[in-house]
């Protein structure tokens, strides 16, 4: 399963900036695409544009080599499942019944979950650690727990393209490490994961391409270690960093050290 996007541009008005400017990047079967910026620089509507939400766009979008604009909201649901950022639910459902509202593009209105389908989501929810939880209220676990709670929905909307925005926003440390590795191990067993981070080290650690958005264009594309450098972080960023190589064993990565008084310690 593949996402083609091709000089893509939007505007939210006729009379108003593009907010994203001629943007053109292919993700492939099994990669994972970290998708960096600053706040307001266009991400969200990137991915709502991939998500048919946005219709009147100019570029092209296709998934698995069908064009978008020729796909209703129910067959696009077929190819990409969205997985917003963790957040606490008005009602508090259980887990279980969350996973399976990944169903809504499979069952009939008002009709509802067969013993296949809950099967299918227990099956999700075991893939991600989470099967113990299944009775557990929604909004009484924790945000790494809900967040994997997300993508077990996703799994089970069958779409093999899942687009996630900032999967790891107010986790705390090692949660974000937890749902970041399972991420990593969707992209291994297929599926094209596009996701949205603030953080160069989670591109390092987990991304095997890295896309840069400044100005509603793309201004660093390829491979993160090839492309996130000190340079463009301080350009995009404002911040003077050190990119170090770090070396474990047979473990090799890059991670981003903040320097020149852009950190203080507190003793």
């Given at each position: ?5 091709s000089?893509?541009?939007f505007?939210y008005?006729r009379?108003?900036?593009?907010v994203?400017n001629?943007?053109?990047?292919l993700?492939?079967?099994?990669e994972?695409?970290?998708v960096?910026?600053?706040n ?6 990137l ?11 100019q ?7 069908k ?6 909201h ?14 606490h639910p008005?009602?508090?459902y259980t887990?279980?019944?969350v ?21 299918e989501a227990?099956a ?5 650690g989470?099967s113990?939880?299944?009775d ?6 924790s ?5 994997l ?8 909307q ?9 999967p ?15 991420i ?5 067993e297929?599926?094209?994961v596009?996701l949205?981070t603030h953080?160069?080290d989670?591109?390092?650690l987990?991304?095997n ?5 400044y100005g ?6 390829g491979t ?5 450098d ?11 960093v050190?990119?170090e190589?770090y070396q474990?064993?047979?473990y090799h ?8 008084g ?6």
């Open positions: 399963m593949s996402l083609a996007i000089h893509l541009s505007a008005s009379n108003s900036r593009l994203l001629d943007v053109s990047f993700v492939a079967e099994g994972l695409l970290a960096l910026g600053p307001g620089v266009g991400k969200s509507t991915f709502r544009c991939i998500l048919g939400f946005l219709p009147h766009h570029g092209s979008i296709y998934l698995n080599g064009d978008i604009r020729t796909l209703d129910k067959e696009i649901a077929k190819y990409v499942a969205y997985i917003p950022q963790s957040t008005v009602f508090n887990v279980l019944d996973v399976l509202m990944g169903l809504a593009n499979q069952v009939r209105l008002l009709a509802s979950p067969n013993r296949i389908h809950i099967n227990y999700a929810m075991e893939s991600l989470i113990h939880l299944r557990a209220g929604y909004g009484e676990i945000g790494g727990e809900r967040q709670a997300l993508i077990a929905r996703a799994l089970v069958k779409a093999r393209i899942l687009i996630m925005d900032e790891t926003a107010n986790l705390d440390y090692g949660n974000q490490f937890r749902v970041m590795r399972r990593s191990d969707l992209a291994k297929g599926y094209s596009v949205s953080n160069p989670h591109a390092f987990y991304a391409r890295a896309l840069m958005i509603g264009r793309v201004i660093a594309s993160p270690e090839d492309v996130l000190a340079k463009l972080i301080k350009e995009v960023y404002g911040v003077d050190y990119i190589d474990c064993g047979s990565h890059k991670h981003c050290i903040p320097v020149n852009d950190f203080e310690r507190h003793e």
